[in-house]
């Protein structure tokens, strides 16, 4: 009785923990060369200080310019681009330096995104290199090749979402802002939503899918400023979020509040949960929060204590 009771304790442990670990938040902090984890539940920071992009630079000699805008889980690791340094920085689920990868192939480079085996990197490029999404290997680390709906002087892409099955991307090119559609393959298949450039949206930054509802939003940085939010359809319902506060990241928590970021904090309408940085993407992680981890650490000991 007593080995069932503690199993079934153990159980409950690791399925709450699951819970809470798809709920943890990165959030970048391009002003402090950091990335924190931040509670899903509702926004709360956890670690502020949890990567320290700028002592990774340091390890492998590199004394440029640091912009890092986006932290992604792939294969296992951390992965953060860098606009300035042109390079994605690898860590490990602890935040520990792994190495850097592709230094000198690209360049300015933004928010991205992985499905299956291929990295997809929101590029701005310069002459030698292409302005548009560049594809990684993941096994290889490797580039595979590029994609754009356009001409170099179409496009300025800033992010890369998996949605619905394709690839939505943000297009900030003065005059043709709009999120454009993509098959993962990299067949242009027409645009979600196009901004009629004076009352829409205007330099959407990071798209993410809000979960409660399946619709989508954009941080929309300049004016009219805000998280924009549209039907699967493309139906667009205007401003759910941070009105005139230049959004640049965007996320829905649990209790249903939209976190979003800007050059000041990471905040909510109902107030700011960190300020002194300069904000950028959000993305969920499985790093477990704190009271997952303490749930974990007594469903082990229960364990144990009854296996002796």
């Given at each position: ?199 829409s949206f205007d330099f959407l930054q990071q798209l993410a899918p809000r979960t409660s509802n399946g619709n989508l939003l954009g941080g929309g940085f300049s004016v009219p400023a805000g998280v924009y939010e549209f039907q699967p359809d493309g139906t667009p319902l205007g ?9 640049r990241g965007i996320h829905e928590l649990d209790n249903g509040e939209i976190l979003w970021t800007n050059g000041s904090a990471v905040q909510t309408d109902g107030g700011i949960t960190q300020g002194s940085g300069q904000y950028r993407y959000i993305t969920p992680t499985l ?22």
């Amino acid at each position: 009785m007593f080995r069932t009771l503690s199993l079934t304790l153990a159980i409950s442990a690791m399925s709450w923990a699951g819970t809470a670990q798809a709920g943890s938040l990165l959030v970048v902090d391009s002003g402090n060369d950091k990335v924190g984890l931040y509670s899903g539940a509702d926004g709360t920071p956890i670690d502020t200080d949890f990567i320290d992009i700028a002592a990774a630079a340091t390890a492998v000699g590199y004394t440029g310019g640091l912009t890092p805008i986006e932290a992604l889980e792939v294969n296992g690791e951390i992965w953060v681009t860098d606009q300035v340094a042109d390079r994605i920085w690898r860590f490990d689920t602890s935040g520990n330096f792994v190495a850097d990868l592709l230094p000198g192939q690209i360049d300015n480079v933004r928010g991205f995104e992985v499905v299956g085996d291929t990295v997809y990197i929101a590029q701005g490029g310069n002459a030698d290199q292409v302005e548009g999404i560049v594809t990684l290997d993941v096994p290889s680390l490797s580039l595979t090749g590029s994609f754009a709906s356009g001409a170099a002087g179409d496009i300025s892409y800033y992010d890369v979402e998996f949605y619905n099955g394709e690839l939505f991307v943000s297009n900030i090119d003065s005059g043709n802002d709009a999120i454009e559609r993509f098959s993962i393959a990299g067949a242009f298949l027409g645009n979600f939503a196009t901004s009629d450039g004076t009352t829409s949206f205007d330099f959407l930054q990071q798209l993410a899918p809000r979960t409660s509802n399946g619709n989508l939003l954009g941080g929309g940085f300049s004016v009219p400023a805000g998280v924009y939010e549209f039907q699967p359809d493309g139906t667009p319902l205007g401003i759910v979020a941070g009105l005139d506060g230049g959004p640049r990241g965007i996320h829905e928590l649990d209790n249903g509040e939209i976190l979003w970021t800007n050059g000041s904090a990471v905040q909510t309408d109902g107030g700011i949960t960190q300020g002194s940085g300069q904000y950028r993407y959000i993305t969920p992680t499985l790093i477990p929060e704190p009271a997952a981890i303490s749930l974990l650490a007594i469903g082990g000991l229960f364990l144990r204590r009854r296996n002796r």
